[in-house]
């Protein structure tokens, strides 16, 4: 990857990172945790990889992403904003009465997003069903689709895995936002998935272990799909990466942050995002 | 004319459907059951098989139709209701998806497999999200049609169909199905009669015998619960001032609830709900089932003569 390129990328998740502090603070709840630890994934889909235009929300050959991670919505709607499908200033009215930006997202209200999800494991068997129906009509698009590690505890995540690869859906590549934590803690506490890489394998998919924040390594394991095969990439994460104070602390998956952590977030973001004051 | 079970009206009309329209049908391992075999024999491109899944095949389902596809998903009502009910409120409700699930071996018709197969509560469960359309076609000439009906409506469908072959009651060359219409199929004053699916035709077996003894009864056909033809049920509430509602399922939440529903609100009426007195089933033929819960033209009967006696 170019280092120009590189650059770009960073600032578009330093981007997100900030916008996704400023949704949450504004609506005095949501998800900041594994919002954070998806930027990065978030950013190289949106303003890399994937075929997608704001201008046409619904053509119908656009790549598609589902977040199966649906509490993860500050991610989406911030790469969404940046990606100009709407004003960055109206993240300030997530899940707030009247807003299009509800807490898990809709895809009959916010333009951009291609399922509602929310209620965890379905968004996988949607991305399925997207990619199956491109396999009927021979469209062309690819679709995305983020899980969280916790997500993997549900069934239909085993259900929709072994239908991936049964019906070769190489249109088809998850991200598996492996943060470790989910509400009541330790995701191996809770309920262990590991080892996921080997679990998938096993499935019938193609498996990638990559650090998540490392875009040269999203991309090179984007890339490296074959052919008849779904492809999982796991991405090793820190969860509210970016914040000091949010990094790999269990407290952070659901809880909004007061004034005084918004404005220590909101210093630590905004240093972030000097750095890339020079980058177009 | 052969009794015909509804899911056999339900595969040929998927296989005849397919050659005019685009959709896709699925299923859980249950093709040969539900009949979507039929399809899946002509159109195997268009087929996919889930395997024992039924969560995963409403949110493949859900899938599909977001891309513009519209899906019929098939397995029993036990199972594609119930097991899969949380992806069909969150992934095909909330989202007001063009995804039909067509379920079969509803009620205690199922027979001999009992209570674990025998679902009496999809019609509660289902038409409790916002937006679905619930139907229960009488006999193979309805159920027929309906399928067609219900692809060239845009939106999410439950459609409830049944195991057992039962007596065609209405003339393919003459029937019209009309979505969201009760239809009444006889008159007389003395007592309204709703029903819906197999009941339809012991509906019309009480008819006869109370008409022997001189009583009139209008037997409504409600083959769409929801959205309930609300018109219609007040006018023959308000003509006969007697209402029974007559179907397969408990009488909880179903048929019955909704007519109490309305007629609450809008023109209190006295009401005997006929259905599943909130217990489980039990193993058994689907004739001997129906009668051991007084689901026959005696126990129509019975509902009737209590209402004539208040």
Known sequence: MEQSKLLYLRKKAAQIRRLIIEGVYNAGSGHPGGSLSCADVMAYLYFEKMNVSAADPQDPGRDRFVLSKGHASPALYAALALKGYFPAEEIKTLRKLGSRLQGHPDMHTVPGVDMSTGSLGQGFSAACGMAKAAKITGAKYHVYTLLGDGESQEGEVWEAAMFAAHYKLDNLTAFLDYNKLQIDGDVRKVMNPDPLDEKFRAFGWEVRFIDGHDFRQIEAAVSSGVKDKPLMIICDTVKGKGVSFMENAVGWHGKAPKQPEYEQAVKELDAALQEFAEVE | ?310
């Open chain 2, 1 to 310: 004319m052969a009794d015909i079970a509804t899911r056999a009206s339900y595969g040929r009309a998927l296989a005849d459907l397919g050659e005019k329209y685009m959709f896709a049908v699925m299923d859980a391992d249950l093709s040969g059951s539900t009949q979507t075999k039929k399809f899946a024999d002509k159109f195997p491109e268009r087929f996919i098989n889930c395997g024992i899944a039924e969560q995963n095949m409403i949110g493949v389902a859900a899938g599909i139709a977001a891309t513009g596809m519209p899906v019929f998903a098939s397995s029993f009502a036990m199972f594609a209701s119930g097991r899969a009910y949380e992806q069909i409120r969150n992934s095909v409700g909330h989202t007001k998806l063009n995804v039909k699930i067509c379920a079969s071996h509803a009620g205690v018709t199922v027979g001999e497999d009992g209570a674990t197969h025998q679902f009496c509560e999809d019609i509660a469960i289902m038409r409790s999200i916002p937006g679905m359309v619930v139907i229960s076609p009488a006999d193979d000439t309805e159920a027929y049609a309906a399928i067609e009906a219900i692809l060239k409506y845009d939106g999410p469908v439950y459609c409830r169909l049944g195991r057992q072959a039962v007596p065609v009651v209405f003339d393919p060359a003459t029937y019209k199905f009309e979505l969201f219409k009760a239809v009444p199929l006889t008159q007389g004053d003395d007592c309204a009669v709703f029903a819906h699916g197999v009941m339809i035709d012991r509906a019309l077996q009480a008819y006869k015998l109370l008409k022997d003894e001189g009583i009139e009864i209008s037997v409504i056909n409600t083959h769409t619960v929801k959205p309930l033809d609300e018109q219609t049920v007040l006018e023959y509430a308000a003509k006969t001032r007697r209402v029974v509602t007559v179907e397969e399922h408990s009488v909880i939440g179903g048929l019955g609830s909704a007519v109490c529903e309305l007629l609450s609100e809008k023109l209190p009426t006295p009401v005997t709900r006929v259905g599943i007195n909130d217990v489980f089933g039990v193993s058994g033929k689907a004739g001997e089932l129906l009668d051991l819960f007084g689901l026959n033209a005696a126990g129509i009967v019975r509902a009737v003569k209590e209402q004539l006696a208040k």
